[in-house]
């Protein structure tokens, strides 16, 4: 690991004024980022954590999560993997300093460990899923204002349009918005919206799954349908419970950084899970196998109840996504910026406005091109999110500590990596399947 220190030394400073928009004193090595760092406190990061997987995408994952597994198999998968991710991000946390070295990255840490080729793997699953994130996102603000619009016209407008002018609002936030660390003035706001949401969708789920009594809760499709879409929903309950940027938010934290990233993991893994848990149990009691990809969408009413909930998923998902896709927006303007200037001088205004213009651009380009929401949710929680969450983490507790840790506790770690290796393959086949299946039924600006 000598070599790998004398690298990380190479691309690393030891300074005390990091990037252009912290003005905080580091004393570990780090890497320079235009983004603050060292700044908000735990608290700070657990309301964030909290209100950004407290959207309406996250919401409305009774289809995706427990239609293809049904209640006594959905049930355990949903305890099982909030139980594994809690503990994958427990031990994340851990490795935010390494031999006196901060790493802000997860790919920092990787190349720390592992060298420049697991660097560029965590770079790109990392990205890839961001993107990806981001792209649901889109989907959900698009979906919501045409639920909107649907209940004051008759006359349907495309989705495409609703797409677009959700990609345009996310693309403002950014520019006023520059980092992570700067939405700490939008949570308070983040956090009544998404109570709004929360209880008027509780309450009308309630009233709902009351008057229905016919629901169904089987399980259709052949043996293989049924096969892939199991695994598929444990993607999808993956992507409930972790982002894959754990580090990213962690080093906005205040020292100690370690102690207060488990206290923001904490936070989430109780009262933002028994949120958006409960929500998706409820929705699913409520109608069933039947129940939209887009919860709000099978509402009964009233019309006022409904505007203001998709009003409200709109208005939140601005703030949500940006936690998201904030590290791209790092990665570009640690690039691209000039460091040494301030993040709000005319230059670096204008490279930002052109960057933010190009996520945005191209990501709701391919958005509006495929518009299946669930399928984004399966493919980036199998593809990306079990080698993230999971085995990259098991192999960083091998690497660092391997030579003082117990038998016991390697033979754990190396369990940990081959199987989630052989679920991240089969659950990116379900994915892939399911994505070809639903292209060839998709009709292009068809009215969905």
Request: hydrophobic share 50%; net charge positive; aromatic share 14%.
């Amino acid at each position: 690991m000598e070599d790998n220190l004398k690298d990380a030394d190479a691309r690393s400073t030891k300074i005390d004024a990091l990037g252009v928009e912290s003005g905080q004193q580091v004393a570990e090595y780090v890497n320079v980022s235009a983004h603050a760092v060292d700044k908000d406190s735990w608290q700070q990061v657990g309301l964030l954590m909290v209100t950004g997987f407290n959207c309406a995408y996250v919401l409305s994952f009774s289809n995706l999560m427990l239609v293809p597994l049904g209640w006594a198999w959905g049930l355990t998968v949903l305890v099982v993997m909030a139980a594994f991710a809690f503990y994958a991000n427990w031990l994340l946390a851990e490795f935010h300093i390494i031999d006196d070295h901060r790493f802000i990255r997860y790919r920092d840490i990787m190349d720390y460990v592992f060298g420049r080729r697991l660097y560029y793997t965590t770079w790109i699953l990392q990205f890839v899923t961001l993107l990806l994130v981001n792209m649901g996102f889109v989907l959900l603000g698009g979906r919501a204002l045409k639920e909107i619009n649907s209940e004051f016209s008759s006359s349907p407008v495309r989705l495409q349009m609703f797409l677009t002018i959700t990609g345009f609002a996310y693309f403002i936030f950014a520019n006023l918005v520059p980092s992570m660390s700067a939405m700490r003035n939008w949570l308070a706001t983040s956090a009544i919206l998404t109570i709004i949401y929360d209880v008027i969708l509780f309450v009308i789920l309630v009233k709902d799954g009351c008057a229905n009594k016919n629901k169904d809760y089987n399980i259709s499709g052949s043996k293989v349908d049924k096969f892939f879409n199991a695994f598929g929903a444990i993607a999808a309950i993956l992507v409930c419970n972790t982002c894959g940027l754990l580090p990213e938010m962690q080093s906005t934290l205040r020292k100690p950084a370690v102690s207060n990233m488990r206290k923001a993991l904490s936070l989430q893994f109780t009262l933002g899970l028994a949120i958006y848990y409960g929500v998706s149990i409820v929705g699913y009691w409520a109608y069933g196998s039947s129940v939209s990809d887009y919860l709000p969408k099978e509402l009964s009413g009233p019309k006022w109840a409904k505007v203001l909930i998709n009003s409200t998923a709109f208005l939140q998902s601005i703030v949500s996504q940006h936690m998201f896709i904030a590290p791209i927006h790092e990665a570009l303007d640690t690039k691209f910026l000039s460091l040494e200037e301030s993040m709000f001088s005319r230059e670096n205004l204008i490279r930002r406005f052109l960057l933010r213009a190009l996520v945005f651009g191209i990501n709701t380009f391919v958005a509006a091109l495929f518009p299946f929401m669930g399928d984004f949710v399966n493919l980036f929680g199998s593809f990306a999110l079990f080698p993230l969450t999971f085995v990259f983490p098991s192999m960083i507790f091998v690497k660092v500590k391997g030579k003082s840790a117990r038998r016991a506790e390697k033979a754990w770690h190396c369990a940990i990596i081959v199987i989630s290796s052989l679920l991240s393959v089969v659950t990116t086949a379900a994915a892939i399947r399911l994505i070809i299946s639903n292209a060839r039924k998709y009709r292009f600006f068809a009215d969905t």
